[in-house]
Each structure stands twice: as structure tokens, then as C-alpha cells.
């Protein structure tokens, strides 16, 4: 499946491979409709020429900013065809923010929402300095816009269209994706379309993604999650799209019953949802067969309850980063579920993993360092930005900034980022343990670590801890649960039992939010509190 249409080389290939392959089969499906693979390739043809009557020059960068739409998924798509780059842009950032990311980006056409969540995301960008075009995805827009679908259907282009396809190459930029900025400001990743067609592909091939699956996408489009193993692993394996704008638990169940879903890929979060709903006695979820998701912390009892509560078939766990143009390791059909839960696999083909020491050397097996990584998704370097280029990236291996250890049998375990270790008293502290303790209780649904400043430690671990519904816990019983099973200096010495963590767009804990919140909450005290 994978190596045929990989072979395509570039995202457009892919989409033309598929509306031949699949032709009649359902790509995109949503509340307005359904748009079969080969329709889905007329349309945007035609939503490129557009683009280029609209002035986009080949290498353009186009920024991209709403929800999970099918209009983002075919403007994405138009970009592409018209030898633009995509420039996602979250939907959680400020005006400000996303203003300030297109300036640097050098957009000069954003494609925005007219209405997303009481924001009006293209009017927006219409008041970003400087000469923006902009064009508001959907049917309607605000007064004085164009709407997505007058403009995509306007296209006339067609003959310079055919002539940059002809010239589009897998080496091409296909995406700048900014990073989450959780390290200072967001940096752009230039990411091409060989490693987008060439990894996606061997995603696909691990998790069993085939033609006549259905995929509710939930990771956000603008995240490489969403636009990357979300709608175009869809494309590449004849599998159906249904973008999912925002996550709830109750019309989720509803997609599923009505569409026979198949895969669900998301955070931890999500499937803890899922279960809880399976374990009320719904029987809407029968038809999942595959779950896929990733993090540093996975309590093997989570994924039991994928395997046995939701009765999926397969659960995939991964890593990834947005300068390898997502995936770089897996495990695979018929790991143990051990396998599977404490670790996050093995590379994939044509990915290389070590794991090296401050110095840059590689260490043996078993020894904690950071994670380098290279192969075929390795990205192109940080748009105009060479010095931090250079200094993430050396001899073709890229220093990922987390920590981890590979075992004997190959498998990566991640044990935190390099930035969130908490030092105390000299002692490394890795966030991701205790937090994998904490989940291991039978009340705790949620859990995170930072680290605190002390004027005679440096620093003491502090959690951030949400109660499983209707659980009721005891501090200080939590805290001696935590002492019976972590050396002192790894017990968190403040404790605040709270009703949810802030999450980014890629459904992991912003610990700044936490370190923020911390710092107002905490003043002079170090005392073991509860505050929800």
C-alpha cells in the first residue's frame, strides 16, 4: 500500500494517485456533505488556479487560520497544487500572535474562518498590518470578504498550473510549520514534501490504516498531528476524512455510531474520555478497531482499558517532533502491552535514533541522554532563522532537546524534556516519573510536574493534580502513597487538586501556563495545598 503511492513524491502526486486508485470513494466527509477522492481533486484544482489568479507566485507562502474544516483541508491542498507552502497558523493564538507569525512568514495571502468559536479569524487578519490579502474559508463571509467556496470556484489557471505540478519536486518546501514557542518564540520548520509523502506512508503502514477506514481527525490541522497523520495519511491510504473542529465526548460517540469509525488517533486525554464512556455502558463504539497516540507518560492501565474497555484491536503508541516532520519511532502490531505503554517503539524506516551525552557522543544502550534523531523527515532547517538552525543540527542529526534511553530490544523510552528536568539539590528530577506514579493511583486522572524555586534546594518538584470524577483525594495520603514508591527529593512538595491543565494545540500540558500559575498561587509558602 504504502510504497506505491509514497512513490508519488510529492502531496499533489498523492492526491492525483488517489482520485484515480479511489475514485467514487468518500475523502471528506462533514455536516455539509461528502466529497469523493476524485471530486476532491477537481475541486482543488480549481481552488489553485485561484490562487494564482490571485497573485501566488510558486515558493508563496500561504498562511492557513481556522478549525478543522473540509475548506481547510482543500485550501491546504490548493497551496500546494499552486507551488505555494502551507503556513498553519493555530486558532488559540491572539490576533497579535497570528499577526505576528504571518509577518514573519512573509505571507502575503491568508486564508482565515469567518467564525470560529465567536472569533472572526478572517476580519482579523483583514486588520494585520501590511498588504494581506484575505479570503474566508467557507460558504458566507463577513461584509467585504470573499467567501472559500466564490473564490475556490473561480479558478482559471489551468494550463500554469499544470506547468508548476510539472515542476514540483519532493525536495520542495510543502509546509513551514511553526513550533509551539514552548522554548522562547515559535521558529518555522521547513518541511518538504518527499519527507511529508515518504513518512506519512510509513505511518499508515504501521497502524493498518486502509482504504474504507474512517478517520474523525481531532488533532487540529494546524498541528502537523492533524494535516499530516490525519488527512493526508487518509490520502494516502484511500481511508475517509471527517474533520473534527472541537472535541466532545458526546457528538464524538454520535460520528462514530453514524460513520462506522475506525481509527481514532489523539492524546491521552481523549481516550480516557472514551473509556469512560464505554465503561456507562455505551455501545457506540463498537466499530473502533485502531488507537494511536503518544506522550512521555502512558499508564499501562490506559492501555488495557484501549484494548479491553473500548475493545480496539491495535494500540499504536509514537514519537515525534515537528523538525522530523512528525513520526520517528513506533511499536508495532504485537509488541506486549508493556511495550506499548512505557515505551514509544522502534524507528521507522529510514529514521535513525541515538542517544548522546552533552558532549554529542552516542552512549550505550541503557543510558539516559538526549535524543538525536536524522533520516528522511528531517526538515530543511528553521525558516531565516540559521543560528538556530545550526544549533539544533549537526553532521545530519538533529538534538531534539528531550531525554530518554533506548533498551536492548530497541525501543525508545522518553523520560521528559530536557527543560522541564527539576534539579533539586543537585539530584535530576524527571517530571515524567513522578507524574507516572501519580497516574498510577486509582483517583488521579490527570497529572503534572514543574519545577518550584527554593532559596535551600534550588528547586523542589511541585503537581498540578485532577481528581478522577466523583474521586475524592487526600493530600496527604497522596503524598505518603507518592513516598512509598519515589525517593524523597522526587516528592512534590506542593500539591494543588485542580479541575483540568491547560493543553496547546497538540493535546500536551502547557507547563508554562503551570509554572505561571504556580508562581501566583504559591507567594512565599511551601506547603502541601489543595486549591481546585
Given at each position: 500500500?504504502?510504497?506505491?503511492?509514497?512513490?508519488?513524491?510529492?502531496?499533489?502526486?498523492?492526491?492525483?494517485?488517489?482520485a484515480s486508485t479511489y475514485a467514487g470513494r468518500p475523502a471528506l466527509?462533514?455536516?455539509?456533505?461528502t466529497v469523493a477522492f476524485d471530486e476532491l481533486l477537481e475541486l482543488v484544482r480549481s481552488a489553485a488556479g485561484a490562487l494564482i489568479d490571485?497573485?501566488?507566485?510558486?515558493?508563496?507562502?500561504?498562511?492557513?487560520?481556522?478549525?478543522?474544516?473540509?475548506e481547510w483541508a482543500m485550501a491546504s491542498l490548493a497551496v500546494l497544487f499552486a507551488g505555494g507552502s502551507v503556513v498553519p497558523v493555530n486558532?488559540?493564538?491572539?490576533?497579535?500572535?497570528?499577526?505576528?507569525?504571518?509577518?514573519?512568514?512573509?505571507?502575503?495571502?491568508?486564508?482565515?474562518?469567518?467564525?470560529?468559536?465567536?472569533r472572526s479569524l478572517s476580519q482579523e487578519a483583514a486588520a494585520m498590518?501590511?498588504?494581506?490579502?484575505?479570503?474566508?474559508?467557507?460558504?458566507?463571509?463577513?461584509?467585504?470578504q470573499t467567501s472559500w467556496a466564490t473564490f475556490a470556484g473561480a479558478g482559471s489557471s489551468s494550463a500554469e498550473l499544470d506547468r508548476r505540478l510539472a515542476a514540483l519536486t519532493p525536495g520542495d518546501v510543502s509546509h513551514v510549520q511553526y513550533t509551539s514557542g514552548t522554548t522562547g518564540a515559535p521558529k518555522g520548520a521547513m518541511l518538504?514534501?518527499?519527507?511529508?509523502?515518504?513518512?506519512?506512508?510509513?505511518?499508515?503502514?504501521?497502524?493498518?490504516?486502509?482504504?474504507?477506514?474512517?478517520?474523525?481527525v481531532v488533532s487540529p490541522f494546524s498541528h502537523i498531528g492533524g494535516h499530516k497523520t490525519g488527512l493526508l495519511a487518509c490520502l494516502v491510504a484511500g481511508a475517509t476524512t471527517v474533520p473534527v473542529a472541537s472535541f466532545d465526548v458526546g457528538s464524538?460517540?454520535?460520528?462514530?455510531?453514524?460513520?462506522?469509525?475506525?481509527?481514532?488517533?489523539?492524546?491521552?486525554t481523549l481516550f480516557h474520555a472514551l473509556i469512560e464512556r464505554a465503561r456507562e455502558g455505551s455501545d457506540a463504539l463498537g466499530t473502533l478497531r485502531v488507537g494511536v497516540t503518544g506522550a512521555a507518560v502512558i499508564p499501562p492501565t490506559l492501555v488495557r482499558d484501549m484494548l479491553h474497555v473500548l475493545g480496539l484491536q491495535l494500540v499504536v503508541t509514537a514519537y515525534g517532533l515537528t523538525e522530523t516532520t512528525g513520526v520517528c519511532t513506533m511499536t508495532r502490531p504485537g509488541d506486549p502491552i508493556d511495550v506499548v505503554a512505557e515505551t514509544s517503539g522502534r524507528p521507522i524506516e529510514g529514521v535513525d535514533v541515538r542517544i548522546i551525552n552533552e558532549s554529542g557522543e552516542a552512549v550505550p544502550a541503557g543510558s539516559r541522554g538526549e535524543i538525536a534523531v536524522r533520516g528522511i523527515g528531517l526538515m530543511r532547517g528553521y525558516l531565516d532563522d540559521p543560528e538556530a538552525t545550526d544549533a539544533s543540527m549537526r553532521d545530519g542529526w538533529l538534538a531534539t532537546g528531550d531525554v530518554g534511553w533506548i533498551g536492548e530490544d530497541g525501543n525508545l523510552r522518553i523520560v521528559d524534556r530536557l527543560k522541564d528536568m527539576v534539579v533539586v539539590g543537585g539530584f535530576n528530577v524527571y517530571p515524567a516519573e513522578v507524574e507516572r506514579v501519580l497516574l498510577e493511583h486509582d483517583a488521579v486522572s490527570q497529572a503534572a510536574v514543574i519545577g518550584l524555586p527554593d532559596v535551600r534546594m534550588g528547586e523542589v518538584p511541585g503537581a498540578f493534580v485532577v481528581p478522577v470524577q466523583g474521586a475524592a483525594i487526600d493530600v496527604d495520603s497522596l503524598v505518603v502513597y507518592l513516598g512509598e514508591r519515589l525517593a524523597k527529593f522526587k516528592v512534590p512538595r506542593t500539591v494543588?487538586?485542580?479541575?483540568?491543565?491547560?493543553?496547546?494545540?497538540?493535546?500536551?500540558?502547557?507547563?508554562?501556563?503551570?509554572?505561571?500559575?504556580?508562581?501566583?498561587?504559591?507567594?512565599?509558602?511551601?506547603?502541601?495545598?489543595?486549591d481546585s
Open positions: 500500500m504504502g510504497g506505491p503511492l509514497a512513490a508519488a513524491g510529492t502531496i499533489p502526486g498523492v492526491v492525483a494517485r488517489a466527509v462533514s455536516p455539509a456533505g490571485a497573485g501566488v507566485a510558486t515558493g508563496d507562502r500561504v498562511a492557513i487560520w481556522g478549525p478543522n474544516t473540509p486558532t488559540r493564538y491572539t490576533a497579535v500572535e497570528a499577526a505576528a507569525l504571518v509577518s514573519r512568514a512573509g505571507c502575503r495571502v491568508v486564508l482565515a474562518e469567518g467564525d470560529s468559536g465567536g498590518p501590511g498588504r494581506v490579502t484575505v479570503v474566508s474559508l467557507g460558504e458566507s463571509a463577513p461584509p467585504g518538504c514534501h518527499g519527507a511529508m509523502v515518504e513518512t506519512t506512508a510509513r505511518w499508515a503502514d504501521v497502524v493498518g490504516l486502509r482504504v474504507g477506514d474512517c478517520y474523525p464524538f460517540e454520535r460520528t462514530v455510531a453514524e460513520l462506522d469509525v475506525t481509527v481514532v488517533q489523539g492524546p491521552p494543588w487538586l485542580v479541575d483540568g491543565l491547560p493543553m496547546n494545540a497538540a493535546g500536551k500540558v502547557a507547563k508554562a501556563e503551570l509554572r505561571s500559575d504556580a508562581a501566583s498561587r504559591l507567594g512565599s509558602s511551601r506547603q502541601v495545598v489543595t
